[in-house]
């Protein structure tokens, strides 16, 4: 009995781990089909600014647009 209580935090882990890279490959896979991404943002300079016609810029702005 004490064998398989040895065993089972490791079965756990490694169960864990390979169940959390498939899900992270699934949305990797959702990621790449997707053509548009919508993101929200409010006027907090220097990250994020509203200048005239409605353009934006600023340092979270340039992350995004990456």
Known sequence: ???QRRWLPSTLSIL???SAAAAFDSVSVWAQE???LVV???EAPPFAMKREGD???GLTI???SR
Do not use: C, Y
Request: glycine share 0%.
């Open 1 to 3: 009995m004490k064998k």
């Open 16 to 18: 864990s781990i390979f």
């Open 34 to 36: 997707s053509q548009t």
């Open 40 to 42: 929200a943002t409010r």
């Open 55 to 57: 353009r934006w810029e």
């Open 62 to 64: 340039e992350l995004w």
